[in-house]
């Protein structure tokens, strides 16, 4: 029987473990194993591939260097190797007498190492232990891997050659053509057109093509920067910047994983309530960390935590435990406004009435029915898809010894809960004080950083500033668009568009979600947002369809994918997922195609809600 | 210890700017401007101007403004959806005061708070009674009614008389009509406008007009019958006699060039907007001043606690005019250099 509890105290002894966050100490613990050895028994050779780290619990090891040099080891670590990197052990341990000790994998190590000195500390034990005894050791290089230098794809090259050539095809095609408004028009596409294809062929990150844009539309003079800028200073800005802090204090409280751990502690030792453990989790998150990458790397670690420790049932379970943790972190980021940073772009896009029509709780609640008839959807579809006889468990007393670890609540997850409360109060009584919410959001994250819940490193390194960047030179981008009268032109031209909109609601629905969906093979799911909300949404105003629903369609649809390569955070947690977690099983590429017509079907089981809301 | 004060001052600095900024929003003084249209049609911007200049170093006073979008569209559907996301914007924001502006505001949003506790209501720029909304006896509305500027239209067309060879002084008759649409609006308009005393203009009587078709037949037949033609609402004409429900209405530039370029007599126009649509001319009620007057009386009920009761209705006294020159030259006629200047100030100058 593993003692849990005598390895988590072991641990938490070690000085170098002490700057590690309890909720990484705690998922740590799970990933440990305690080996007992008999006299002479060999903890490694010096030509074993170095995977483990060993802390001694109990007893006397004899080490024998490379070089010749012995020494005998009664407390502290062995195998250091491991931890700091290298492929084999340099060094032979064997037991003297009845050992025990703690066995560490590399991997688990590696990920501890992100917080602080640990790898600086075994190397420090590793060199401290031969230089004293054995005079021959040789100092190792730890130089990383010289890196292969890559021929740049062929995507890249192509892409830049279009990017620089659209905008000036576009100039030449529309200058003297007269089909646009004014000149300012003609070179706002142009800009916008190199934009589009930095975005298509993937050359930048998606904040720099928009930071361009903006740049471009200042140093043309197409708008005053008052106008390119609106978006640096609008509350959508603002609204998101805050929701960003107040994410960054609960990823860094680990609230999220005491959350979870609780969810274990509490329900049954059954594969059902590991799946809804795992999706009420990542709905938890869906709308405090505001993108579904930040979301998916909280919960891929939860997940292979899980996968980990049901043993051999991983094997069969993986799949839906995979479609748990994506359904829960990302099934529902329409739903809510503070979920994804296109949902911010779009709230940006609507005129100020809708604005205030449209803040977070009305947006939750108008989206409401479609939200709950994918939910019932998707666990009906991964009910009957992933249907298996294994029957794993969890230990309690892992469960148990982790929350021990992570001990009682500390001041910034009390912080966090506060933080959270306080916002979800005044989305209720916005009638009462009268305070637009993003003024509220931001007192919320001047508190954090006051009272140092934040910290000023966390301010700098949590808060996605691209994002921010991105989101603001968006809506600048359609401000300035407005300015020259582009988004008039644009509608005005669309007027079967328009008519489509406006006469034909349902047709017009199920052609736009076709559009995005053959769009989205092509296009990431930002670049795809934009370029249909910079067209659709003045349109919608224009012809008096409502914008909000227009925008979240898009949000919704554009939200689908069936390949891996369409979703950045699919990618994400394929790349940190554990093997057992099958995310190459083909029912996964299913059960994301079927999304895609679920949400169909909730958008028009959602028309009478939505009549009933005056929305439609 | 010293950790602990600390911790204990900053808490209390924090607490003191929540409660404060608190304070000082729940008792901010707001108003809800509601219109019934949206900016991109003069009128409503012109209102704005006015209002804005009634609450110029009134920055304390928080302003919303919603606009309902009825004058591109107004088909049952629309007019729900636009009545239900007005009233959630009353119900959201909780407005002191909703000033609420042309009909549509009022049938929509406006009745539907009349005595009212907390919110109070002022109305502009309504052509018509307020008895529909039952703002008649009600505790919480005032407002300023909108009607046609009907002395400085005879005015006007009686300098333009001569313009057009015609000497009143010397006997020769005059003779004018009114042109409208179907709507409750232009019915209005053709009752107040006919119970005007226009002499020694000779009023001829009122056109209810359903289709473009029927407009045009009526614009070329009165050639012969009057001198000058006035138009009022002709937004809601169908384009065929038969056109379905579903049809949209004719554009109203479209009419209002049309009448313009083929009427054989001038054509005024009895909203300022007509000439932004394209007449030659119009004379209207000034928003300027409509929104100047609401915005004073929703001071007096939040800076003065006047209930709006105390404050009565008033009546619109100003107007202004508009001009488009590329009509006026078509037809030769000149107007005193007074009058372009007072229309290019107020921006309804029209190349």
């Known amino acids: ?80 190797e491991a931890a700091i990197g290298l492929e084999k052990y340099l060094a032979t341990a064997t037991s003297i007498g009845e050992t025990q000790v703690i066995a560490m994998p590399k991997d688990a190590l590696s990920e501890l190492a992100e917080h602080g000195p640990l790898v600086e500390g075994m190397m420090q034990s590793y060199s401290r232990r031969f230089a004293a005894n054995d005079p021959h050791q040789k100092t190792v290089a730890l130089a990383p891997d ?56 993937r050359l930048l990150p998606d904040f720099i093509p928009a930071l361009f844009a903006v740049l471009g539309i200042i140093l043309f003079g197409l708008a005053p920067p008052d106008v390119a800028l609106s978006g640096f200073s609008s509350n959508t800005f603002f609204m998101a910047l805050s929701i960003f802090g107040l994410s960054a204090v609960i990823t860094v409280s680990g609230l999220s994983y005491r959350v979870m751990l609780r969810l274990l502690q509490v329900g049954p030792a059954n594969k059902a309530w590991y799946n809804i453990s795992l999706f009420l989790s990542g709905l938890a998150l869906t709308p405090i960390v505001p993108t579904a990458n930040g979301r998916v790397a909280i919960m891929a670690p939860l997940a292979n935590d899980m996968l980990r420790a049901i043993g051999p049932a991983a094997q069969q379970e993986g799949p839906r435990l995979t479609a748990s943790v994506m359904g829960g972190a990302t099934l529902l980021s329409a739903i809510f406004l503070s979920s994804k940073a296109t949902n911010f772009l779009i709230f940006g896009l609507l005129p100020l009435q809708e ?10 609640f108008a989206a409401s029915v479609v939200g709950i008839i994918v939910l019932v959807l998707y666990a009906l579809a991964t009910w009957l898809m992933f249907r298996n006889d294994s029957n794993p468990a969890v230990s309690k007393d892992l469960v148990r010894d982790q929350l021990k670890i992570l001990g009682p609540m500390n001041l910034t997850e009390w912080s966090a809960v506060l933080g959270l409360g306080v916002l979800l ?8 004080h009268r305070i637009d919410i993003p003024w509220i959001a931001l007192a919320i994250l001047f508190s954090l950083l006051m009272f140092q819940c934040l910290s000023a490193r966390d301010f700098r390194q949590r808060i996605d500033w691209s994002f921010l960047i991105y989101l603001a030179s968006l809506i600048g981008l359609v401000a300035a668009m407005g300015h020259v009268g582009l988004d008039q032109w644009i509608s005005g031209n669309l007027t079967w568009l328009q008519r489509l909109m406006s006469d034909d609601l349902p047709l017009f629905i199920a052609m736009l979600a076709v559009t995005i969906f053959v769009v989205r093979l092509a296009l990431p799911i930002n670049a795809a947002v934009v370029i249909f909300a910079t067209v659709l949404i003045p349109t919608a105003i224009n012809i008096s369809v409502n914008p909000w629903l227009i925008g979240f369609i898009i949000v919704l649809m554009a939200d689908c994918f069936v390949w891996p390569h369409q979703a950045s955070y699919f990618l994400q947690f394929q790349s940190m997922a554990r093997p057992e977690a099958g995310v190459n099983d083909p029912r996964l590429a299913w059960l994301h195609f079927l999304i895609f017509f679920m949400k169909l079907a909730a958008i028009y089981l959602s028309f009478p809600f939505w009549q009933s809301l005056g929305i439609i | 210890m010293r950790n602990k004060i600390t911790a204990v001052l900053m808490a209390g600095f924090f ?19 509601l219109h019934s249209y949206d900016t991109s049609y003069i009128w409503t911007r012109d209102l704005n101007a006015g209002l804005k200049r009634g609450l110029d170093g009134q920055s304390w006073i928080q302003t919303r403004y919603h606009y309902m979008n009825t004058k591109k569209k107004s088909d049952p559907g629309h007019l729900r959806r636009a009545s239900i996301a007005a009233r959630k914007a009353i119900d959201d924001g909780k407005p002191d005061v909703i000033i609420a502006f042309d009909d549509y505001a009022q049938q929509l949003a406006g009745s539907y708070y009349v005595n009212h506790p907390d919110i109070k209501i002022v109305f502009a720029a309504v052509n018509g009674g307020v008895e529909t909304y039952n703002y008649i006896g009600a505790d919480n509305v005032t407002g300023i009614y909108e009607r046609k500027p009907v002395a400085a239209i005879k005015e006007t067309i009686t300098l333009l008389s001569k313009a057009i060879g015609k000497d009143i002084d010397g006997g020769d008759q005059v003779r004018i009509a009114l042109l409208g649409d179907t709507t409750l609006s232009a019915k209005r308009d053709e009752d107040y406008v006919g119970s005007y005393q226009w002499a020694p203009l000779v009023y001829t009587g009122a056109f209810t007009i359903a289709d473009f078709e029927q407009w045009k037949t009526t614009v070329f037949g009165l050639a012969t019958k009057v001198d000058f033609i006035m138009v009022g609402g002709y937004r809601k004409l169908k384009r065929l006699p038969d056109s379905g429900p579903k049809e949209e209405f004719v554009p109203p530039g479209e ?8 009427s054989p007599v001038p054509v005024i126009g009895i909203d300022i907007f007509n000439t932004e649509d394209g007449a030659m001319m119009s004379v209207g009620v000034s928003p300027f001043e409509q929104g100047n007057t609401a915005a004073n009386m929703a001071r007096r009920i939040l800076e003065d606690g006047v209930a709006p009761s105390k404050i009565p209705f008033a009546t619109s006294q100003q107007y202004v005019v508009a001009f488009r020159r590329s009509a006026l030259d078509r037809r030769k006629l000149q107007i005193p250099k007074i009058f372009e200047a007072f229309a290019r100030a107020t921006d309804n100058y029209h190349d």
């Open chain 1, 1 to 80: 029987m593993v003692d849990w509890h005598q390895a988590a105290e072991a641990l938490a002894d070690q000085p170098m473990f002490r700057s590690v966050p309890a909720q990484d100490l705690a998922r740590f613990l799970s990933r440990i194993e305690i080996l007992d050895l008999d006299e002479g028994g060999s903890l490694h050779t010096s030509a074993d591939e170095a995977d483990k780290t060993y802390l001694l619990l109990r007893g006397r090891f004899e080490v024998i260097g490379i070089g010749g040099g012995v020494t005998e080891i009664s407390k502290g670590f062995l195998g250091e």
């Open chain 1, 146 to 201: 010289s890196k292969q230098k890559k021929n740049l794809p062929l995507r890249v090259t192509f892409g830049w050659a279009f990017a620089s050539l659209a905008p000036l095809l576009l100039y030449l095609t529309l200058n003297d053509a007269g089909i646009l408004p004014n000149r300012q028009s003609v070179y706002l596409l142009a800009i916008l057109s190199a934009a589009v294809v930095m975005w298509v062929f």
């Open chain 1, 355 to 364: 604005q205030a029509r449209f803040q977070w709780l009305y947006w939750l």
């Open chain 1, 425 to 432: 109060i005044s989305f209720l009584t916005v009638a009462v």
């Open chain 2, 15 to 33: 607490l003191t700017l929540v409660v404060s900024a608190l304070n000082i929003n729940i008792h901010r003084p707001n108003i809800l401007v």
């Open chain 2, 255 to 262: 009419v209002m060039r049309w009448t313009e370029k083929n």
